[in-house]
């Protein structure tokens, strides 16, 4: 058996990335032969990601790129287990090396991207595995944006500090740096305001139809609770019995003790208001949830659409807002919360059964 040495073990090391034991065990099953070693590390990456995939990944990263003329931009989720691997020089390495690459080949989608060729000649999904194998925790890319003007425009966007939040946002109409600097500021609206729609035109019937609903039954359901030593209570009534009442109170459920209740009224408006009262209540709904027609962060006596018309003045030229993406890191996935003492209890086997 050929002997391994130190400067072999370092040079698999430095080519894979894989742990010098892992290395050193490599070289040892294959005589030595750098290909044959390379071939049983991605099979025990293969392995270890089949046995990690479970595990929920909800920490990581966001990366974003933009190319200079401001007309080519890309957002890319990498997750890891937890935010001390999302801090490691490989995961940063491979979440840079993906943004790059999205940006690059224009993958149709995740499952086209998985596929793509990468690094070394591995294909993207082989690369992640060889970094479970690595970094020791389940990885996944789990969604990007990609976005490439098609005419007169820019991409404008914002990475937070953290580098766990992430929006660009297209503006048609002009590239002229004026054109650039307002997408940038719509970029970081975006990430600040979140907001799921860009005009109102957008909101589709079954979300207003829900939203009318939840508005009148605001309207029919209104109380208002005289509670004793204590100041009144206002909110849409949902349920009651022999001890409390729950009532919805800003967005939240809360308890009122009905022996602490002095009185109850209902406050109702004549029926024959209803419509103008919700025509009111939808217009906030957009002013929430539209980004044109958001309250700018900056200022709040303008609009979104306010702060576009001016820039366009200010051009010359009539300018829109095109694609909109915001990628927060974990949004949307539900964290699994461990008990720690149990899983070193668990690892040292001393756990009781």
């Given at each position: 058996?050929?002997?391994?040495?130190?400067?072999?073990?370092?040079?698999?090391?430095?080519?894979?990335?894989?742990?010098?034991?892992?290395?050193?065990?490599?070289?040892?099953?294959?005589?030595?032969?750098?290909?044959?070693?390379?071939?049983?590390?991605?099979?025990?990456?293969?392995?270890?990601?089949?046995?990690?995939?479970?595990?929920?990944?909800?920490e990581g990263l966001v990366g974003l790129l933009v190319s200079a003329d401001s007309t080519l931009g890309a957002i890319v989720e990498v997750n890891a287990e937890t935010d001390f691997v999302a801090r490691n020089a490989e995961f940063v390495k491979l979440t840079e090396g993906l943004t790059k690459h999205v940006s690059q080949h224009n993958p149709a989608d995740l499952d086209a991207l998985l596929a793509q060729t990468f690094e070394g000649?591995?294909?993207?999904?082989?690369?992640?595995?060889?970094?479970?194998?690595?970094?020791?925790?389940?990885?996944?890319?789990?969604?990007?944006?990609?976005?490439?003007?098609?005419?007169?425009?820019?991409?404008?966007?914002?990475?937070?500090?953290?580098?766990?939040?992430?929006?660009?946002?297209?503006?048609?109409?002009?590239?002229?740096?004026?054109?650039?600097?307002?997408?940038?500021?719509?970029?970081?609206?975006?990430?600040?305001?979140?907001?799921?729609?860009?005009?109102?035109?957008?909101?589709?019937?079954?979300?207003?139809?829900?939203?009318?609903?939840?508005?009148?039954?605001?309207?029919?359901?209104?109380?208002?609770?005289?509670?004793?030593?204590?100041?009144?209570?206002?909110?849409?009534?949902?349920?009651?019995?022999?001890?409390?009442?729950?009532?919805?109170?800003?967005?939240?459920?809360?308890?009122?003790?009905?022996?602490?209740?002095?009185?109850?009224?209902?406050?109702?408006?004549?029926?024959?208001?209803?419509?103008?009262?919700?025509?009111?209540?939808?217009?906030?709904?957009?002013?929430?949830?539209?980004?044109?027609?958001?309250?700018?962060?900056?200022?709040?006596?303008?609009?979104?659409?306010?702060?576009?018309?001016?820039?366009?003045?200010?051009?010359?030229?009539?300018?829109?807002?095109?694609?909109?993406?915001?990628?927060?890191?974990?949004?949307?996935?539900?964290?699994?919360?461990?008990?720690?003492?149990?899983?070193?209890?668990?690892?040292?086997?001393?756990?009781?059964?």
């Open positions: 058996m050929a002997e391994i040495s130190a400067a072999m073990v370092k040079e698999l090391r430095e080519k894979t990335g894989a742990g010098m034991m892992d290395c050193k065990k490599a070289l040892t099953e294959s005589g030595g032969d750098f290909v044959k070693a390379e071939e049983w590390l991605r099979k025990k990456g293969a392995a270890s990601a089949g046995k990690k995939a479970t595990r929920v990944a909800a000649g591995k294909s993207v999904k082989e690369a992640i595995t060889e970094k479970i194998a690595t970094i020791g925790e389940n990885l996944t890319v789990r969604r990007f944006a990609r976005f490439q003007v098609d005419g007169k425009g820019a991409i404008g966007s914002y990475l937070h500090s953290n580098n766990r939040v992430a929006a660009m946002v297209e503006v048609l109409g002009s590239d002229s740096a004026d054109a650039k600097a307002l997408a940038t500021e719509l970029a970081m609206q975006t990430a600040a305001m979140k907001p799921p729609f860009v005009t109102r035109e957008q909101v589709s019937s079954d979300v207003l139809d829900r939203e009318k609903a939840a508005f009148r039954d605001e309207l029919a359901n209104t109380w208002k609770f005289t509670i004793k030593d204590g100041p009144a209570r206002t909110g849409i009534f949902r349920s009651e019995d022999a001890e409390k009442v729950m009532v919805e109170i800003s967005g939240k459920l809360e308890k009122v003790p009905l022996s602490q209740i002095v009185k109850r009224e209902q406050i109702t408006k004549p029926e024959a208001m209803w419509d103008k009262i919700i025509a009111g209540k939808l217009e906030k709904f957009y002013e929430n949830n539209c980004l044109v027609d958001q309250l700018w962060v900056k200022d709040d006596s303008k609009k979104i659409k306010d702060v576009i018309a001016e820039a366009g003045k200010k051009i010359g030229a009539t300018l829109t807002v095109g694609r909109v993406a915001r990628i927060e890191v974990g949004e949307g996935i539900e964290k699994v919360k461990g008990d720690l003492a149990a899983d070193v209890a668990a690892t040292l086997g001393t756990g009781k059964a």
